[in-house]
């Protein structure tokens, strides 16, 4: 994982290919549709550069739309318009990219390995409250899941400049079928936001794509977070 300053324009983030952003069209969620541009012949960049997130992917994989996000409930344009005239925490970015096509992607607990990013604006409640324990929970209440988790290797901490963070690796069980996965996570000092890439799929297919998992989280970079 790469924690770099924001490039300036027109540069690379972190060394790397400049990455084209998607742009945030209204409060309650953003989709970045498409591949960006290669880092090497094998690989594409996805992200956002008004969230300051990037990670690459197989240049296999695809990125899919809201379409997608929405059918496998991980959009709900309502729910987040909601939360955030509540000042609760809700997302402001999701990228969800896999090797198969959006109309035979239906479950994350699946043969097919994902990665999933999000970005989440934190609300007044948990500005004060937020633990990295809490943080650990973003996007699977690993917390709720007791006696029917098992941790796949132990918790590493974060911490690089504004931002303090985890990388967690789990096997749960959810209504869909057993589910592996690996979280990496962070917050600002701040606590206003929360940048969080999560990969996974079935046991089974997450124990085949392990290198695969691994590159991803390595290349995971936030950028310009000062505070």
């Known amino acids: 994982m790469s ?21 945030v069209t209204f409060v309650a969620a953003a989709i970045f549709a498409g591949a960006l541009a290669g880092c090497t012949p094998s690989t594409n960049y996805v992200g956002s550069a008004q969230h300051g997130l990037y990670f690459e992917v197989p240049n296999t994989w695809r ?11 991980l959009v709900n344009e309502q729910e987040f318009q909601t939360a955030a005239a509540e000042e609760q925490t ?3 970015y999701i ?22 990013a999000e970005v989440h604006a934190l609300g007044v409640a948990d500005q004060q409250t937020l633990s990295l ?16 988790e098992s941790e796949l290797f ?10 303090r963070g ?31 890439l999560s990969v996974g799929c079935a046991p089974a297919c997450f124990r085949a794509n392990r290198h695969i998992f691994d590159h991803i989280v390595s290349t995971f970079t936030v950028t310009g977070q000062k505070g």
């Open 63 to 73: 990125t899919f739309t809201s379409v997608t996000l929405k059918r496998l409930q």
């Open 3 to 23: 924690l770099t300053p924001a490039p300036a324009p027109g540069q690379r983030p972190a060394g790397r290919r400049r990455a084209a952003a998607g742009s």
């Open 154 to 163: 132990p918790a590493r901490l974060i911490s690089e400049g504004a931002l």
């Open 166 to 196: 985890t990388v967690i690796g789990y096997q749960i069980d959810t209504p869909t079928g057993s589910l592996a996965f690996e979280q990496a996570a962070v917050m600002n000092s701040a606590t206003t936001k929360a940048w969080v």
């Open 133 to 148: 324990d809490g943080l650990e929970d973003q996007l699977f209440p690993v917390d709720e899941e007791v006696g029917n």
């Open 95 to 116: 990228s969800l990219s896999s090797p198969v096509s959006g109309g035979r992607f239906s479950n994350l607990a699946g043969a097919y390995p994902w990665a999933l």
């Open 90 to 92: 809700y997302p402001v």
